[in-house]
């Protein structure tokens, strides 16, 4: 039975690539850190398929006890500060769980289970203010945020310990990737979650930011198998999991409010606080590498991905309307 460790199991790809490993047979071991109210909502029907770990990836020890106790075939190293705005505010803690962390799980590998192939979580957001369109494995990065610039060091130091270690560490640099286990902070899921809020009644308007900005936007199910994917090769390399077509921020407000006929102009406000200090235009992948070599390919399209999400947060804000309904029932 093949073991693999995961890092930023209970985050979106995290719960993904678990449920994509354990159809495999895989024995799944899932790194998770002490907070202090634990969630499980992304993992809950797989919870108890997971051997758990505890661990930080700013505490080095923790990440080597970690590879030590489950003697991994496959680390996916998918945990880090993962919000691009957060990164602003909190540019120094992005650098210790972005980039720094990187160094601190190749080194658990290198030190406890060389031969372990080795997955990085890296980003498009690395492209920034691009270079090329499309977007390939060879364009320069120009990263505009800190969290951007966290990623190229994790990124760099992924080809870095696999040119000096020989390790068989591979990068992914996967363009943008949502499902209904999106943060409910990142510009899909905001939106889904309120045209299903809106068209409920629950809520009156929605404050966004830039709508002109650009994202190349797929499934994150189809891209935990992009993951794998790389660890079944012979060599280890790095490659771009893309669509291959972009969007603006504004056709996914059209493609989720009209799905339920509601037209966004009557709802949607410009505020500035949702507006970055320096913005990624646009980014459109190009994945042929992927596809040639890997044979991956997607399977869900850009409207097909937006309606399950609204679809998905109908069903789960009507449960939590009827729940709160029975409950003040109850209460009175
Ligand atoms: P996510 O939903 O935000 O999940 C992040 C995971 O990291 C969570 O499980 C979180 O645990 C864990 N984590 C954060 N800080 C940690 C720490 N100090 N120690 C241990 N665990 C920690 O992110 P995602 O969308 O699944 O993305 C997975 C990875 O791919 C990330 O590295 C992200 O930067 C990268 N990426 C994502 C996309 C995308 O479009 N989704 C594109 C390119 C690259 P808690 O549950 O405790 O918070
Ligand atoms: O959904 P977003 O927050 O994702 P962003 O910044 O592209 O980052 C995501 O994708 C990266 C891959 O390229 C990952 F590495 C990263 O971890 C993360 O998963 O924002 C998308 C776009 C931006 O241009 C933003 O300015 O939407 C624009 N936007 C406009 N209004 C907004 C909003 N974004 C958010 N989150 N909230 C808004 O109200």
Known sequence: MKRALITGVTGQDGSYLAEFLLEKGYKVYGLRRRTSTPNYENVQKIKDQIEWLSGDLTDMASLMEAVRVSQPDEVYNLAAQSYVAASWPQPLATGHMTAISVTNMLEAVRLMKPDAKYYQASSSEMFGKVQETPQRETTPFYPRSPYGVAKVYGHWITVNYRESFNMFACSGILFNHESPRRGLEFVTRKVTDAVARIKLGLQTDLKMGNLDALRDWGFAGDYVKAMWLMLQQEEPDDYVIATGEMHSVRELLET??????????????????????????????????????????????????????????????????????ELSRVMV
Do not use: T
């Not at 339920?260 to 459109?284: G, T």
């Not at 070599?293 to 009827?322: C, N, P, T, Y």
């Open 256 to 325: 989720a409010f009209s799905y339920v006929d509601l037209n966004y102009r009557d709802y949607v406000i410009i505020d500035s606080q949702f507006v970055r200090p320096a913005e990624v235009d646009l980014l459109l992948g190009d994945c042929n590498k992927a596809k040639e070599r890997l044979g991956w390919e997607i399977e869900l399209s850009f409207k097909q991905l937006i309606h399950m999400m609204v679809d998905e947060d109908l069903r789960r804000v009507q449960a939590e309307q009827k729940y709160n309904e």
